[in-house]
């Protein structure tokens, strides 16, 4: 059973251009919701979190918006890059025992 | 350079093989996770250490066998492998307290003959 749900699947965006993307989840248990990034070879990498009393954090071009009541929360990057081309991926935290669950993933590719 | 450091970094081995992976962080985090990662899919949870006790097993299957001698290493340990068990194998750390994130290491390639 996936516990959060990730789209687009892929995303194409020119440079100097926003990135979008959306993650959606039902179990109000977990507290903790983290973006990595994942590049060919290489292990996820930690973009930016967030924690639920908070609507929105900012970090460098990395953006997190959260929406409580409609249980989503979504990353955008400003001013996107080809360095940023990479797997994104969304994750939730339970909120008792370190159980962490992955999104999908978004493979983002940004055209010079 | 991750902080999270995984050997080997490549591993092929037959059905009847007994391998070990290996995964060493110096962080002083007190939570450790082994993760399965196929091509194109996420990261899949597979186990957990908290304070060096199995705190969460995901219905992983026996003939795999983690262990954590130490705060700072984690074992999985191989035998009888499927080739479906063809997969990246990521180690994870954080600090135990509901706050931190998680820091992976690059992983191994398992291939199974």
């Known amino acids: 059973q996936q516990q959060v749900k990730q789209s687009p699947q892929s995303l194409i965006v020119q440079k100097g251009g926003i990135s979008i993307i959306n993650c959606a989840y039902e179990?109000?248990?977990?507290?903790?919701f983290p973006w990595y990034q994942q590049f060919p070879g290489k292990g996820p990498a930690l973009l930016i979190a967030?924690?639920?009393?908070?609507s929105e954090k900012k970090e460098g071009r990395f953006t997190i918006s959260f929406n409580k009541s409609a249980k989503q929360f979504s990353l955008h990057i400003m001013d996107s890059q080809p360095g940023d081309s990479a797997t994104y991926f969304c994750?939730?935290?339970?909120?008792?025992?370190?159980?962490?669950?992955f999104g999908t993933g978004t493979s983002l590719t940004v055209i010079p | 350079d991750t902080e999270v450091t995984q050997t080997p970094k490549h591993l092929v081995m037959g059905m009847t093989n007994k391998k070990s992976l290996k995964c060493e962080q110096h962080m002083g985090h007190r939570a450790m996770y082994w993760y399965k990662q196929k091509a194109k899919k996420p990261p899949e949870l597979m186990f957990v250490y908290s304070y060096e006790k199995l705190s969460i097993n995901e219905s992983v299957p026996s003939r795999f066998s983690p262990e954590c001698p130490n705060s700072s290493l984690l074992n999985l340990h191989l035998h009888a492998l499927q080739p479906e068990d063809s997969a990246l194998y990521l180690c994870?750390?954080?600090?135990?307290?509901?706050?931190?994130?998680?820091?992976f290491g690059d992983g191994t390639r398992l291939s199974i003959l």
């Open positions: 994870a750390s954080s600090q135990d307290d509901g706050l931190s994130p998680q820091h």
């Open positions: 179990n109000t248990a977990f507290d903790y």
């Open positions: 967030i924690r639920p009393d908070v």
């Open positions: 994750a939730v935290r339970k909120g008792t025992g370190n159980q962490f669950y």
